[in-house]
């Protein structure tokens, strides 16, 4: 079974970065799509990003897309998200996903396997 885990997340200004990393100890995320999902308080879970199985299709949310990357590593079994120009808004917990698919998912039910999220915070 997959295991995701998510780190990278804090605390960070308005205008700052952060990078997000999701790995699967058990070294098999290279056979999945990732995608990575937010949940502020009060909120319901969005999509955030996803890639493919290869990295070569990519998508982002329009609230994101411009300043958020996802990127991956296939060798280092690692998936990134690159977070720039953070807003408030932006504040919630991230979480990674993987799917059974070579495409990229945007549909939270395409998603078997789950991380346990990261806090990312954007205040002053």
């Known amino acids: 079974q997959v295991q995701l885990v998510e780190s990278g997340g804090g605390l960070v200004q308005p205008g700052g970065s952060l990078r997000l990393s999701c790995v699967d100890p058990?070294?098999?995320?290279?056979?999945?799509?990732v995608g990575w999902f937010r949940q502020a308080p009060g909120k319901e879970r969005e999509f955030v990003s996803a890639?493919?199985?290869?990295?070569?299709?990519?998508y982002s949310s329009p609230s994101v897309r411009g300043r958020f990357t996802i990127s991956r590593d296939n060798a280092k079994n690692t998936v990134y998200l690159e977070m720039n120009s953070l807003k408030p808004e932006d504040t919630a917990v991230y979480y990674c996903a993987a799917g059974t698919s070579y495409q990229v998912l945007l549909q939270e039910r395409d998603y078997d396997y789950w991380g346990q999220g990261t806090q990312v915070t954007v205040s002053s």
């Open positions: 058990g070294r098999t995320l290279s056979n999945y799509a």
């Open positions: 890639i493919s199985r290869s990295g070569t299709s990519k």
